[in-house]
């Protein structure tokens, strides 16, 4: 081994190839998986650390610490003692040949803590180590100068061992504070060990970046032109267009009845397993649509679906360019302006409860549809082209259920994001609390490594204990978030799914996390149909009637017909009181069973014009007033001149006793 920091530099470019190789072959230096967790703590020991929650098993790439220092999620290993005898030792389990090692400092709001300097040294069987050498002497590697940049070291030549250990030589002192910290990813695979090839092969040995995406998804429609269809919402920061992916019977036409599911990943662009995912996931329906399998053949038929596979491809090209393992946690995350999507969304939540508190009669006020506020749609405002494209999307299409797919953790977090009084960590319930926690409660369960009980937790927070579902609100506070605004601001339901613990898992990790995924994305979809669907429609003419208010008893959230009058409300299973209005209409209410099948009731309504409305319509055709129309015309104008003739006589008779008492 020896240390030559440029060509280190250059052959990083050759060994980070990035994860989203659902179109490569897997990169000649794999990550052994500390930062995926594919190495288990028991395989992950050192020489002495501070105390539990900076052990050995937190000496993970990555990883992230808790609020408070001193728990058992601290970020990093610390070693007890300071002095160059210190080591984190990893255990392969076999025979590995070990290519290189990238390094990080300690995850800590708290503290600063980096190793400068290391050596590395590789056994067989723990007992007799062998260091790596440069030429006659012991090679000496540079480590961190902050505590977040991943900073990678090749070895000159691979080591064929079982064991090996990463020793600090200095580390940054303050003072007597400067504790040796660490964290870590080991490059290695099995000694001996094939090329893994991935679901797909793009025959190249370039990275797959935004172009071979693109192409990609026009080989699916290619592949499937009766199914599918390519659009684009809008363009990002840098123009690169936004994609979307429609999977449908009949596509780019909304059919009567038919609902509306969309998939958005890559809003940070560093979290990139839900694009590989969305890429697979169309491929996975044109093939097996195309086989007759008649779960898919009935998605398709049955609902018009889109994917996004990559809603910040700006971010994703920045964490591209990096690589894999050398990203780090943030790189990538932001569009290309420094803009956090996650918190661009119009804050609706606000004015909600700020009209809550000052309203003195509740039932005037609105709890859906809220408007979008006049300062956001500004041109100055400070919002993302990204979040303005999707925006417009969800005004465009009348979505019915969504999820929005990122990274770093393994939970499904459902609405509210933000919590009413601004705590950290509050629950925040929205209305449909209860589906919300099905809709979640869907995926996790389905999902097989969330739904391991023997699984470690990612970070510093144990959601295992919750199921794998949060509300987001007792998470952490999130304002403006996509999930918030698609609840209070169209007909859609959308929950955020953390898909890994680690946000840019290496290629080599696809064909797994695909198995771990598959059926909570196709279960998921099939939600769609829970719940009540209809027509509401103009009695008279059978006309769909659009913008209708579909209430139903005992939840406080409404939802609305679109254009042909068709709606659909997601429910849980049980009877509800449902009652439809529409401008211009009496109302009409009915009762509605949900069944536990996989397809909605169907509870259509028909609504009569109002005699005001009715004459308006009438008169603009320029048509004859219909029998019963005048007569309730006359009925209507004679309960008025009854009303107003009882009116007059008691006022007739008050003045009459007023004058009398004068008198």
């Known amino acids: 081994c020896s240390l030559r920091p440029t060509r280190s530099a250059k052959r990083a470019e050759k060994c980070n ?30 020489s ?33 003692y300071r002095d160059k005898m210190q080591w984190l030792e ?47 002497e012991e090679a000496v590697f540079e480590g961190n100068q902050d505590t977040e940049t991943p900073v990678l070291a090749l070895f000159s030549t691979s080591t064929v061992a079982r064991y090996i250990r990463i020793n600090p030589q ?68 840098t123009g690169l267009k936004l994609y979307v992916m429609e999977i449908s019977d009949n596509p780019g036409k909304h059919e009567l009845g038919e609902p509306e599911f969309r998939y958005v990943a890559g809003m940070h662009g560093n979290e990139v397993l839900g694009r590989e995912l969305l890429l697979n996931l169309m491929q996975y329906m044109c093939q097996e649509y195309k086989q007759g399998d008649q779960r898919i053949v009935h998605l398709v038929t ?17 964490a591209f360019k990096k690589g894999s393992e050398l990203a780090g946690w943030g790189f990538g995350r932001y569009s290309y302006e420094g803009i956090d999507m996650n918190h ?69 977090v459902y609405p509210f994001d933000m919590t009413r009084d601004w705590a950290p960590h509050e629950h925040t319930p929205t209305a449909d609390e209860s589906f919300f926690r099905w809709l979640a409660t869907v995926y996790a369960s389905t999902n097989q490594v969330m739904s391991n009980p023997d699984r ?37 339901f959308e929950v955020t799914v953390e898909l890994s613990c680690d946000k840019f898992p290496h290629a080599s990790e696809l064909p797994i996390e695909w198995e771990n995924n598959r059926e909570s994305l196709l279960v998921y979809m099939e939600q769609v149909h829970r719940g009540i669907k209809g027509v509401v429609r103009d009695k008279d003419t059978e006309a769909g009637i659009a ?43 009915r009762t509605c069973q949900v069944m536990y099948d996989h397809y909605p009731t169907i509870c259509d309504f028909r609504l009569t014009k109002m005699p005001k409305q009715r004459l308006k319509d009438i008169l603009a055709r320029g048509g004859k007033l219909p029998k019963d129309l005048q007569l309730r015309l006359r009925q209507l104008r004679l309960r008025k001149l009854r009303a107003t003739t009882r009116a007059i006589n008691q006022r007739r008779i008050a003045d009459a006793a007023k004058r009398a008492k004068r008198m």
């Open 547 to 589: 913008d209708a208010i579909i209430k139903v008893d005992d939840i406080d959230h409404h939802i609305r017909s679109v254009t042909d009058g068709d709606y659909w409300r997601l429910l849980n299973p049980g009877e509800y009181q449902v009652t439809v209005s529409a401008e211009g209409y009496f109302p009409s209410s």
């Open 456 to 492: 470690r937790p990612c970070h510093n927070k144990d959601f295992i204990r919750y199921n794998n579902i949060i509300n987001g609100a007792a998470w952490h506070n999130v304002p403006g978030s996509m999930n918030d605004f698609s609840y209070l601001h169209t007909n859609c």
């Open 170 to 237: 200095t580390w940054y002192q303050n003072g007597t504070q400067g504790d040796i910290c660490l964290r870590a990813e080991v490059l290695g695979s099995p000694s001996g060990g094939q090329t893994m090839q991935l679901h797909v092969d793009c025959k190249t040995d370039k990275m797959c970046n935004f172009v071979v995406v693109s192409q990609l998804m026009k080989s699916v429609n290619e592949a499937c032109p009766d199914i599918t269809r390519i659009y684009s919402i809008g363009k990002s920061y």
């Open 344 to 412: 661009n969304f119009a804050d609706l939540n606000s004015g909600m409860w700020s009209a809550i508190e000052l309203a003195t009669d509740q039932s005037k006020l609105i709890n859906h549809y809220f408007p979008i506020p006049e300062q956001y749609t500004s041109e100055e405002a400070f919002v993302a082209s990204e979040t303005r494209a999707v925006i417009n999307w969800m005004q465009n299409i009348p979505f019915v259920l969504s999820a929005n797919l990122h990274g770093g953790e393994l939970v499904v």
């Open 90 to 136: 990893v255990d392969a389990l076999r025979l590995t040949r070990f290519i290189g090692v990238i390094l990080q400092g300690r995850s800590s709001i708290w503290s600063w803590n980096v190793v400068h300097t290391y050596k590395v040294q590789f056994s067989n069987d723990s007992l007799v180590w062998k260091p790596c050498m440069n030429g006659t």
């Open 17 to 46: 190839v990035i994860y989203n190789k659902s179109l490569l072959t897997v990169s000649e230096c794999p990550p052994l998986g500390l930062e995926s967790l594919k190495v288990k703590d028991n395989q992950l020991r050192a």
């Open 48 to 80: 002495s650390y501070k105390r539990r929650g900076l052990g050995p098993h937190r000496g993970r790439l990555n990883i992230q610490s808790g609020v408070d220092d001193g728990d058992i999620y601290d970020g990093g290993w610390c070693a007890q």
């Open 302 to 318: 049955e609902t018009r679906i889109h994917l996004l596979p990559s809603m910040n491809p700006d971010g994703y090209e920045m």
